[in-house]
């Protein structure tokens, strides 16, 4: 589990979690378009939305059943919940 993994760390959470065959939640924040893969989604999308979409992709990729969620802007604006389950 992770919540606001700045930039990267996000993407070394997902990629402990394959290695380890483990589920993961995280909730990503600080999207640096130096650091993280947008999958060549960002001139089509918003930076964070395009890094975001292509981290559930490669969960699905990976066998995952991934889900997503908000939770209530409230408790952070950075509200983007993303659920890999392991295969």
Known sequence: MSVHACGSLTDDVIARAL?????VALLPCCHDA???DDGGLGGWLPMDVAIDATRAARLR???YHVSTQRIPPEIT????LLIGLAP
């Open 34 to 36: 130096e650091t993280c």
């Open 61 to 63: 990729t990976a066998g």
């Open 19 to 23: 290695a380890a065959s483990a589920s």
């Open 77 to 80: 604006p950075k509200n983007r």
